[in-house]
Structures are given as structure tokens and as C-alpha cells.
């Protein structure tokens, strides 16, 4: 096989060094790429979101395969674009990429589907969300609907922090659109999870467990980021709760996509917080995570 990887970053790097490994693969490309892929794939220029470019090199270099790292090109629908060509994609479509684009859409979905996750509130207004907080006790999470690089979730340890976030994101516009809209939630406690699991639409298969420091700074302090590093399997993780993924998670999730009618060929990453006996869903990516595939 000649397979494309779009992307640039470590994990994307960790694709490229995992395919080299395949007898089936033949020949990698990947577009940007980085220094570090180069000992295993040939690098071409060119943007994650130039979409034409993407699809003439698909189509003058007979790709018989095109893996989609970042969400950003998912969520703007490079797999639908690929795919109506009749290429093989490894990427969910657009509609499918909201799960991650949009955390109100995945809130819904998580709500109608029973998926167990943190009570909350959508809000697309300043003077609406001021009374809202008014029903959570604090800490509380305010997250931007929309992607923002994993700065987009602020945890709010006191109404001030609340009343200063909300204003940043619904009237300063300081994500840009992201913040259009915000989604309010309890805070929950537990530690963190990241289960990355295989999904062709009609099977999902999860890979080892995994967890990922979101922190800056040393000692657990300082905002949060995408991810400052990751350990895997999650050396936290009892078997009498991983056990109970499939029951609680997993099935619920496959319901929901054929209910919704989403087309997912690709990972889904679900980030779960876990309390004693209670599994929560956090959130919904639609790709490798990246610090997490490096080191699954
Ligand atoms: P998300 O993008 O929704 O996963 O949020 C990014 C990070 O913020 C998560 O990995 C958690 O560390 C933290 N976080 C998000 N939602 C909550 C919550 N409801 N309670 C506690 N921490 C949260
Ligand atoms: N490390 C978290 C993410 O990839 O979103």
C-alpha cells in the first residue's frame, strides 16, 4: 500500500514509524510531516487544511490509503472530500468529527444515548450564563464549544474566575468562534483516563489503556494544555472498572452513532474520569491523542 499521513506532529511521527513496520505498506508520505518522520516517509509540503492540494496528491500518486491526524482537517470535512473521490480514508466525516468540534453537540449525544457524563448546561449568552452559574457549586468547568488546541476548558474555583471566564469567551471572543458558545459542568473528581479505540462503524476495538497530564506545570499546577505528557497503560486503572467499559461506554457509543447515522472509520478517543466505582465521560475526540499515541 502507498499511504499518505496528514499531519505534523509526535503523533503523527508515531504512525509513520508504526506503518514502517508493515509488511502491506510500501511506500509513506506524509504532508507537512516533521524532521523526525523523514528516516521513514517521504515529507511533502503543503497544509493539513489545503484540501485541493491534499486531494491532487492523493490523485497523482495513487494513494491507496490516507491516514487523517488532526482533528482540525476532520472537522472540516477532508474525509468526506476523499472519500467521495473514492478514496480510502482512515478519519471520520465531518458530521461524525462533531463529536470533538462541538462539546454541546457531544453533550446532547451523550445525554440521549445514556453515556455517563458531567451534569451541565449549554449557553450562547453572557447574561444567560450569569444566572446559570448560579446552579453549580464550585470548582465548576466552563468549556468553549468549539476546538481551541485543549485551551479551551477553564476550571473555576470561584465565581469571579466564573463571571471573568464567561465574559472572555461569550463577549471578548478571546478562542474566536470557539467561544461562541459554552458548555457549563460540575466538576468531577477521579483520575483521568485516555481509551483510544478502533472504530470501522459497526465494531470498536479498544487499545490499551492510557493516561495523559494535562497540567503545565510541575506538582499539578498551572492551566490546563492538550497534553504535557502520557503513561500507558494507566497505571491507575483497576480491571473491575476497564471490565465494565464495554457495558457502560462502549455499546452506548455504538448505539449512538447508528441512531445518529454517523459514518466513523477511524479512532474514537474517549477521555473518561474515573471515581471509585463511577466511570464519567469527559469528552469525545475524533483521532490519535497526541501525547497518548506515542506512547500506546
Ligand atoms: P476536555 O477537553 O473536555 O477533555 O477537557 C480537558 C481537560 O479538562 C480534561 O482532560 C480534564 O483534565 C479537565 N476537565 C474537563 N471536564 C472536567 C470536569 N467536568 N471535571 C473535572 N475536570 C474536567
Ligand atoms: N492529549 C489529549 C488529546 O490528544 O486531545
Known amino acids: ?56 496528491f492523493v490523485n497523482s500518486n495513487a494513494i491507496d490509503l490516507t ?54 448546561v449549554e449557553v450562547d449568552s453572557y447574561e444567560a450564563s450569569l444566572k446559570d452559574i448560579g446552579n453549580f457549586s464550585y470548582p465548576l468547568v466552563i468549556k468553549a464549544d468549539g476546538l481551541a488546541a485543549g485551551k479551551g476548558v477553564v476550571i473555576c474555583e470561584d465565581e469571579a474566575t466564573a463571571k471573568q471566564t464567561l465574559k472572555e469567551m461569550l463577549v471578548d471572543g478571546i478562542l474566536d468562534g470557539a467561544g461562541n458558545k459554552v458548555v457549563i459542568e460540575e466538576f468531577l473528581k477521579g483520575f483521568e483516563c485516555s481509551l483510544l479505540c478502533f472504530c470501522d462503524g459497526d465494531t470498536i476495538i479498544p487499545m490499551v489503556s492510557c493516561k495523559d497530564h494535562k497540567q503545565i506545570f510541575d506538582n499539578n499546577k498551572g492551566p490546563n494544555t492538550g497534553g504535557m505528557g502520557t503513561v500507558s497503560p494507566n497505571p491507575f486503572l483497576p480491571k473491575e472498572i476497564s471490565d465494565r467499559f464495554e457495558d457502560v461506554i462502549l455499546r452506548p457509543f455504538m448505539k449512538g452513532l447508528k441512531g445518529e447515522g454517523l459514518d466513523f472509520r477511524g479512532v474514537i478517543f474517549i477521555g473518561l474520569m474515573i471515581d471509585g466505582e463511577d466511570i464519567k465521560v469527559l469528552e469525545f475526540n475524533v483521532r490519535f491523542g497526541d501525547p497518548e499515541t506515542q506512547v500506546i
Not at 499518505?4 to 509488511?23: D, F, H, M, T
Not at 510500501?26 to 509540503?45: D, T
Open 67 to 120: 491516514i487523517i491526524g488532526p482533528e482540525v482537517p476532520l472537522c472540516l470535512g477532508l474525509a468526506d472530500i476523499l472519500t467521495k473521490e473514492g478514496h480510502l480514508v482512515f478519519g471520520p466525516s465531518a458530521k461524525a468529527a462533531r463529536l470533538e468540534g462541538s462539546k454541546a453537540y457531544s453533550k446532547t449525544f451523550m445525554e440521549k444515548y445514556n453515556i455517563p457524563t458531567a451534569a451541565y
Open 1 to 56: 500500500m502507498r499511504v499518505l499521513v496528514i499531519g505534523s506532529g509526535g503523533r503523527e511521527s508515531a504512525i509513520v514509524y508504526k506503518l514502517s513496520k508493515s509488511p502491506k505498506v510500501e511506500k509513506i508520505y506524509a504532508m507537512p510531516g516533521n524532521p523526525g518522520m523523514a528516516a521513514y516517509a517521504e515529507l511533502v509540503s503543503g497544509s493539513v487544511t489545503d484540501f485541493d492540494k491534499i486531494l491532487e
